[in-house]
T-cell receptor, first 112, second 114 residues
Framework: GEDVEQSLFLSVREGDSSVINCTYT??????LYWYKQEPGAGLQLLTYIFSNMDMKQDQRLTVLLNKKDKHLSLRIADTQTGDSAIYFCAEDLMNRDDKIIFGKGTRLHILP | NAGVTQTPKFQVLKTGQSMTLQCAQD?????MYWYRQDPGMGLRLIYY???????DKGEVPNGYNVSRLNKREFSLRLESAAPSQTSVYFC?????????????FGPGTRLTVT
């Protein structure tokens, strides 16, 4: 079946790197996404990676994809208080006609 | 370019009342979606519309109906609200751009059913 799993909580000290992990089950996914949700706001697409890539870097964000293990991670360098949010991993299933499966979200808490 | 807009932002209903949540996008996207988000559950797809004139059930369609009025608008209707439908509802759209399946979300509607 389709499932995307991620841990529910992560605490990181300000200035350290945050690594949020995600596993998915459907190998036919083409894109994998990271969304960010701040309190009271809608979901914001943070970054995405195409399934034939291993890594994508965008400023402080690095996405790593291990397709063999169906493991996706999001690394945030130099974590700041503004990074405090819930991060959702999602996989895109081409054969589901635009259907996207989301994880339950990881709440990132920044320690002073 | 407003992106995806939703109305209302907040709503309180009594059990059995009906209401329609409105959603509109100005990005010329083909696909639109309605999700609900509940604590500890993540986002769950209620209905989606891959193109104007088509709608399909998602993971949790019971108790809801949708209308794809035109390419811009996708509404979600609760015919007889129940407390189990207390949730935050997000509308989203996708279909045009570098990654055609990128989803753009509205700000959400917080619905409480008493």
């Amino acid at each position: 079946g389709e499932d995307v799993e991620q841990s529910l909580f992560l605490s990181v000290r300000e200035g350290d790197s945050s690594v949020i992990n995600c596993t998915y089950t459907d190998s036919s996914s083409t894109y994998l996404y990271w969304y960010k949700q701040e309190p009271g706001a809608g979901l914001q697409l943070l970054t995405y990676i195409f399934s034939n890539m291993d890594m994508k870097q965008d400023q402080r964000l690095t996405v790593l994809l291990n397709k063999k293990d169906k493991h996706l991670s999001l690394r945030i360098a130099d974590t700041q208080t503004g990074d405090s949010a819930i991060y959702f991993c999602a996989e895109d299933l081409m054969n589901r006609d635009d259907k996207i499966i989301f994880g339950k979200g990881t709440r990132l808490h920044i320690l002073p | 370019n407003a992106g995806v807009t939703q109305t209302p932002k907040f709503q309180v209903l009594k059990t059995g009342q009906s209401m329609t949540l409105q959603c509109a996008q100005d990005m010329n996207h083909n696909s639109m979606y309605w999700y609900r988000q509940d604590p500890g559950m993540g986002l769950r797809l209620i209905y989606y519309s891959a193109s104007e004139g088509t709608t399909d059930k998602g993971e949790v369609p019971n108790g809801y109906n949708v209308s794809r009025l035109n390419k811009r608008e996708f509404s979600l209707r609760l015919e007889s609200a129940a407390p189990s439908q207390t949730s935050v509802y997000f509308c989203a759209s996708s279909g045009v751009g570098q990654a055609s399946y990128e989803q753009y979300f509205g700000p959400g509607t917080r619905l409480t059913v008493t």
